[in-house]
């Protein structure tokens, strides 16, 4: 068993096996894992947020985007030694924390990740293997590049693996 190494919010980090990652509370927020089976090379982003170009910000962390941290995501695993034809991925997260009485989408925020970053790893041919997404619920999630496993945690609710 390797290091399990942390990722923040609108963080992402990348890792050989047999280390993993890790991140904690994921609410509206999508936990997006992705990897090259082969090399055993892998990433987790947690991103915040569907679209950058809503915010018109020079200093805002791209990771904290679906659009640009996906593809900030494939960079880095290329750069670890990733082959980009491999990559799949897996997500989970994407809650609806509060039951806001609204018709505007614009409150929908987990749904709009998640509908985001699928979106996207389309737009890149990346395959999504498995999701668990949505519910009312926030999520602790661990990846595992060696073996793919995607371990989901959330209070109340049994452990799974994606």
């Known amino acids: 068993m390797g290091e399990i190494i942390k990722v923040g919010m609108a963080d992402l980090k990348t890792c050989k096996a047999p280390d993993g990652l ?6 509206s927020c999508v936990g997006v894992a992705m ?3 082969l090399s055993r090379i892998g990433g987790l ?8 170009k809503a915010i018109n910000s020079p200093t805002t962390k791209i990771e904290k985007f679906a659009d640009t941290g996906i593809d900030e995501m494939v960079k880095q695993l290329i ?5 980009r034809s491999r990559l799949v991925a897996k997500i989970a997260g994407g809650a609806t924390m509060f039951q806001i009485q609204s018709r505007n989408d614009i409150m929908k925020i987990g749904e709009r990740n998640v509908q985001a970053t699928i979106e996207k790893l389309n737009q890149l041919n990346i395959r999504l293997l498995a999701q668990d997404t949505g519910e009312n619920y926030g999520r602790t999630v661990t990846f595992f590049p060696e073996t793919g496993e995607f371990h989901i945690r959330a209070i109340g609710h049994d452990n799974k693996i994606i």
């Open 22 to 27: 890790i991140t904690l509370g994921l609410g």
């Open 35 to 37: 990897w090259d089976p």
């Open 45 to 52: 982003l947690h991103l915040m947020l569907p679209d950058s």
């Open 79 to 83: 750069v670890l030694g990733a082959n």
